[in-house]
């Protein structure tokens, strides 16, 4: 009887598994995205990225894109309403669509803290092609005037994560009153915190710097982007005004790793 159940049950997870993982695509042996796309005109790239995408995203993305799939209502983060074009993890100044590399780089990863699965397994040329299909659902990627070039990110220097360097990161977070939201310690439980809500209208938590994974990804470029052009969509705002130093920007990234308990690279 256990036995049988055993079965049952490693039937069931390979049959998720095969399920959840994303198949490979038959053109995966020239998968460089750069020949796919030149061996595909944009309407065929469409036609595939609309397959790609009701196979693997529209369970929670919806069939609109809006962001309405059968699975959402049990979703907190919810998932993105392509429909509103407004993305969180972007290189391009606030208000701005994000590049095809923005997009990518959030698929291959996923979005962690969040129900946004990796996709990393992904043929290159599916990717390519769910990144033009899900332009389709708003007209924002017809108009130029929404397009701006990103900002440059530099290799982080020397100095980040040096204690003269968090003393300074330290002061700029209370001169920028991260602290508003973020907190005076990090925890995410600033005076404004409980009021903070995203674009929908729903509640959103500001992130505890100690604890816990990074949305936008692990890496101190990652950081350093987040804060340089803020999180479409949510209260987090772009500081690329207020702190066009790019060595201040360093040094706030140098105190949010300590903050991490790390000051690790
Ligand atoms: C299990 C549910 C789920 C599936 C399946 C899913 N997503 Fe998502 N996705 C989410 C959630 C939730 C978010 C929002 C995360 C957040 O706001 O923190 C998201 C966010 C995104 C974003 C926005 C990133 C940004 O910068 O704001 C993109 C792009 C995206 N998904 C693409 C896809 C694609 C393409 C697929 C299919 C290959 C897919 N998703 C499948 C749940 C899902
Ligand atoms: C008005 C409120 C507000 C202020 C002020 C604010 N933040 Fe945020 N921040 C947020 C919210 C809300 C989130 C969470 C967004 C999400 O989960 O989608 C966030 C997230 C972040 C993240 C994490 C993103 C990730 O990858 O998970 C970083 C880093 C960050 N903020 C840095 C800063 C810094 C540095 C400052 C000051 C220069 C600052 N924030 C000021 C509201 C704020």
Redesign the pocket.
Known sequence: MVFKRWIVGGALCAALLVAAAPARAQDDAQSDPSRLAAALNQPQLVRLGKQVYDRYCVGCHGAKGDGAGVAARWLDPKPRDFTRAAF?FRTTPSGTLPTDQDLHRSISRGVFRSSMPAWFLMAESEKVAVIEYLKTFSDRWSDPDEYEAPIFIPEPPEFVGEPASVVRGKEL?GL???F???GDTGHGDGP?APT?TDDTGRH????DFTSGV????PGLK??YR??STG?DG????S?SDSLPNEEDRWH?VSY?VSLRGSGAK
């Open positions: 969180k977070y920028m009153r991260c508003n939201c973020h404004s903070l959103i938590v500001p992130f990074l949305k936008g990804g990652d950081i987040t804060f999180l949510t209260p987090m705002p500081y706030l949010i």
